[in-house]
C-alpha cells in the first residue's frame, strides 16, 4: 500500500498562494488516482482536487479556476497550487490515493496522508 507525506502549508493572508506537495513511496504510484480533500472544524472532509493514473484531472466547483493540480510519476509526486486563496478555504488538506480513475469520494480511497494545516486569514 503506498505512503503519503505532505507538505507546504502554512498561513497566507487572502488572496495570496500556497503549493502543497504530496510525495509518496512505493514503485507503483504511477497506477493510482490521487486525490487532494479538506477539512475544516465541524465539518465534513470534501474532495479539492483529484488527478487519475488514466491524467483525469478534476476540481470542487469551489475551487475551480483558483486551484490547480501537477503530477510528476518519476518523483512520486502530486502538486496542488492554490491561488486566490480565501478564508473558506481554510482547513486541514490531505492528498489520498485510489485504484479508480474518476474517484472523487472518500471511501473510493484507500491511503492517506496525515494532512498539512492551511489557515487563510482575512
Known amino acids: 500500500q503506498v505512503q503519503l507525506v505532505e507538505s507546504g502549508g502554512g498561513l497566507v493572508q487572502a488572496g495570496g498562494s500556497l503549493r502543497l506537495s504530496c510525495t509518496a513511496s512505493g514503485p507503483t504510484f504511477s497506477k493510482y488516482t490521487v486525490g487532494w480533500f479538506r477539512q475544516a472544524p465541524g465539518k465534513e472532509r470534501e474532495f479539492v482536487a483529484g488527478?487519475?493514473?488514466?491524467?483525469?484531472?478534476s476540481y470542487a466547483d469551489s475551487v475551480k479556476g483558483r486551484f490547480s493540480v501537477s503530477r510528476d510519476n518519476a518523483k512520486n509526486m502530486v502538486v496542488l497550487q492554490m491561488n486566490s486563496l480565501k478564508p473558506e478555504d481554510t482547513a486541514l488538506y490531505y492528498c489520498a490515493a485510489g485504484y479508480l480513475a474518476r474517484a472523487t469520494f472518500t471511501r473510493e480511497f484507500g491511503s492517506w496522508g496525515q494532512g498539512t494545516q492551511v489557515t487563510v486569514s482575512s
Open positions: 488527478f487519475s493514473w488514466s491524467g483525469y484531472i
